[in-house]
């Protein structure tokens, strides 16, 4: 079997798993929190633009939580996601939300989408998963309309499995966790499966963000940034305990 597919075979069978990850987000403060970023960022690169205007591409959509929290708030969404099981969940996880939404089948790394589509993409938790990061960050600058933006949020996840500190800090982590007796994500997951991948996709063997900033600027972005504490507006205390040593970053750039 080749990557892709345990890739895709991974995420089918931790589709279910992963909704209900998701339902518990939209049902507590990660609902308000990660819908009042994304609005604040939308907002501050479209002023004066109603949201029923903005198109906008969610890759990796996976059970639907961020086109879910956007198309509530009235922006045009396309969701895409590798998985059909993904996309069941999304559609199950968005109600009467489901009609406004428009769900594809499809590669991050490969999209069946014309050029010049969107005002923005976004994407949460997809790049460190991807065989090939590079080609994906083209493919969402190629999909972008001028001027159009990427807001791509990712930590590195999977670094702790090639460098002895980020092991130390992610088994600090760990410990954490059990001495305050909260719920370990990781402890939630098929762990070994995600390891065998992780040890196979390029970006747990890279330096980041610092190699997203890059890629980004050879696929053609302009005002690159990463903003390194955007975790503490979208995380809550126990996401922080969890994943202290891998806090989630966020990646934007304008076409």
């Known amino acids: 079997m080749n990557l892709r597919d345990e890739i895709h075979d991974y995420w089918t069978n931790r589709a279910s798993g992963y909704s209900e990850y998701n339902q518990q987000e939209m049902a507590d403060a990660r609902r308000s929190m990660w819908k009042g970023k994304l609005l604040e960022l939308l907002k501050g690169q479209f002023p004066g633009r109603e949201a029923s205007e903005i198109r906008i591409l969610d890759v990796g959509t996976g059970p639907g939580f ?112 059990e001495e305050e007796q909260l719920e370990d994500y990781y402890g939630s997951t098929d762990n070994d499966k995600m390891e065998e991948i992780a040890r196979q996709v390029p970006l747990s063997r890279l330096r980041r963000p610092q190699w997203d900033i890059e890629a980004m600027r050879e696929a053609g972005f302009r005002h690159v940034e990463c903003d390194e504490e955007v975790w503490r507006e979208v995380w809550t205390e126990e996401e922080i305990v969890n994943n202290a040593s891998t806090p989630v970053f966020l990646l934007s750039g304008i076409k």
Not at 100 to 118: K, P, T
């Open 66 to 177: 961020f086109a879910i929290l956007l198309a509530e708030a009235g922006y045009q969404v396309t969701a895409v996601d590798y998985t059909e099981e993904m996309l069941k969940e999304a559609g199950q996880n968005a109600g009467s939300l489901a009609k406004q939404i428009r769900w594809m089948v499809g590669d991050a790394q490969n999209l069946e989408l014309e050029d010049g589509q969107f005002d923005a993409v976004v994407t949460r938790n997809v790049t460190w998963n991807l065989p090939d990061p590079a080609k994906a960050y083209g493919e969402w600058y190629r999909v972008l309309k001028n001027d159009g933006v990427l807001f791509n949020f990712d930590a590195d996840w999977y670094g702790h499995l090639f460098d002895e500190k980020k092991r130390a800090a992610y088994e600090a982590d760990r410990k954490r966790v």
